[in-house]
């Protein structure tokens, strides 16, 4: 399974920005990590193919993970950014449920989101 993100870029403090990323299969969790210079990748957000949905706490009330089964694709809604959220935000998909960032089965590539203050 190959997975194809989109989206990204470069947004003021409390703007909005939106991620896709479309899987050339189907696959259960699909997500969003995230890594910022000099930091190890940390989880976003993910849905399951079932609609079931975690966030960070970091993220939580701000972004919004959502998910369309018929097209493979995830999308990540980003409101309220800060210069935090300022990171390499890479595609997720994993055949069970995320575990550990090294057991992940797939990674897109990544994309970057700056968030000037």
């Known amino acids: 399974v190959q997975l194809q993100a989109s989206g990204g870029g470069l947004v003021q403090a409390g703007g909005s920005l939106r991620l896709s990323c479309a899987a050339s299969?189907?696959?259960?969790?699909m997500g969003w990590y995230r890594q910022a210079p000099g930091k190890q990748r940390e989880f976003v957000a993910a849905?399951?193919?079932?609609?079931?949905?975690n966030y960070a706490d970091s993220v939580k009330g701000r972004f919004t993970i959502s998910r369309d089964n018929a097209k493979n694709t995830v999308y990540l809604q980003m409101n309220s950014l800060k210069p935090e959220d300022t990171a390499v935000y890479y595609c997720?998909?994993?055949?069970?449920?995320?575990?550990?960032?090294?057991?992940?089965?797939?990674w897109g590539q990544g994309t970057q989101v700056t968030v000037s203050s």
């Open positions: 997720a998909g994993d055949i069970g449920r995320f575990t550990t960032v090294e057991d992940i089965d797939y």
């Open positions: 299969g189907s696959i259960n969790d």
């Open positions: 849905i399951t193919s079932g609609g079931s949905i």
